[in-house]
Each structure stands twice: as C-alpha cells, then as structure tokens.
C-alpha cells in the first residue's frame, strides 16, 4: 500500500507564494508519476502538474510559468511551487500517484487534500 502526506497550504494574498510538499511511503513499485490535482467548490477535480520518474513535467494551461512541480528521490517526497497565485487558485489540493501506460493514466493512490486559498 502506497501512503500520501501532504502539508504546505494555507491562506495567502494574491501575487504571493506557497510550496506544497508530498511525501510518499510504501511500496511504489508500480508507480511511474506523481501528481498535483486540485478541486475548487462546485468544479470538478483537475490535474495541475505531473511529474514521470524520469522528471518529465506537464502543466494545466492556467498555471504554465506560475507553478513549478519537483521531485526529491531521495525523500520520496514531490514538490508544487506555487508563485504569482491568484484568487481563482483557490482550491484544495491533492496529491497523487500513479501508473502511466500505453497512453493511460492510472491515478491509484491520493492524499488526504489541503486547502490553499487565495485572498485579500
């Protein structure tokens, strides 16, 4: 069984800055990619940022420049940067691991979610 910690939310004003950290236990032999998913109220669930074990990175359009996802093999732990955040960043945002293959995502293993809000 795969566990997932996240920590690093919390309430910030717009143009600032905050880093969520994930950290990863367990046997993660069949995981190839770690995720960042978010989910505002009343919105559906969204990917954020990914990241491949060979640290290949993808990003939503809505945070291209303004978020950076990185990973730390050494302290299984996975990285989301988070700079310039604007009011509609709000959302709680999860972890997640999973296998990538023959084109599919497999999202198999989720964190608990912290809340990042974004406000004046």
């Known amino acids: 069984q795969v566990q997932l910690v996240e920590s690093g939310g919390g309430l910030v004003q717009p143009g600032g800055s905050l880093r969520l950290s994930c950290a990863v236990s367990?046997?993660?032999?069949?995981?190839?990619?770690r995720a960042w998913y978010r989910q505002a109220p009343g919105k559906q669930r969204e990917l954020v940022a990914s990241?491949?074990?060979?640290?290949?990175?993808k990003y939503v359009d809505s945070v291209k420049g303004r978020f950076t996802i990185s990973r730390d093999n050494a302290k299984n732990t996975v990285y989301l940067q988070m700079d310039s955040l604007k009011p509609e960043d709000t959302a709680v945002y999860y972890c997640?691991?999973?296998?990538?293959?023959?084109?599919?995502?497999?999202?198999?293993?989720w964190g608990q979610g912290t809340q990042v809000t974004v406000s004046s």
């Open positions: 997640n691991a999973g296998t990538y293959f023959r084109g599919t995502y497999y999202p198999r293993y």
């Open positions: 367990g046997s993660t032999y069949n995981i190839n990619v």
């Open positions: 990241i491949t074990d060979g640290s290949g990175t």
